[in-house]
């Protein structure tokens, strides 16, 4: 089994960015963190990162804290844009992308907010920014609740 230092390596490989960029990339993204520090993870001088700092590295790399840390078999996740499309590659219809909006759990998520304040929903909105820009996906979409009236 791969350990953690040589998981980071491949991510980092496979995205084809450095330490020092994936440390701008995701410090930009809202959660600080150093090249050096990236560095140290992947040559394994540093072995005990907190979950923060998996969760922004996994997040960042497209994959979850359970591969970084040898828990679990590569996802294969893309971009919840890249997963959504009708039949042949086409434009998908309105059905379609309920039907796979549902597969991916977007409506418990939103069932989730029912409840919460306009401070708290604004917060979930800049957490979800904060993710696209670290996974470096667009920012179509970006409008949160304020923004929409």
Do not use: C
Request: no cysteine; hydrophobic share 40%; proline share 3%.
């Amino acid at each position: 089994m791969a350990t953690f230092a040589e998981r980071l390596t491949e991510a980092l490989a496979a995205r084809g960015v450095s330490h020092r960029k994936a440390a701008r990339d995701i410090t930009a993204a809202g959660f600080r963190i150093s090249h050096g520090y990236i560095g140290q993870l992947a040559r394994g001088y540093a072995d005990n990162p907190n979950l923060d700092v998996l969760t922004a590295l996994a997040n960042y790399l497209g994959t979850t804290v359970g591969w970084l840390v040898g828990d679990q078999e590569p996802t294969g996740r893309e971009p919840v844009a890249a997963r959504v499309t009708g039949a042949g590659g086409q434009e998908p219809d309105e059905a379609e992308v309920r039907q796979q909006m549902e597969d991916l759990g977007v409506h418990h998520l939103a069932e989730r907010t029912v409840g919460l304040s306009e401070l708290s929903l604004s917060a979930i909105a800049q957490i979800i920014e904060a993710a696209r820009i670290a996974e470096g996906l667009d920012r179509q979409g970006s409008q949160t609740p304020d923004d929409q009236g």
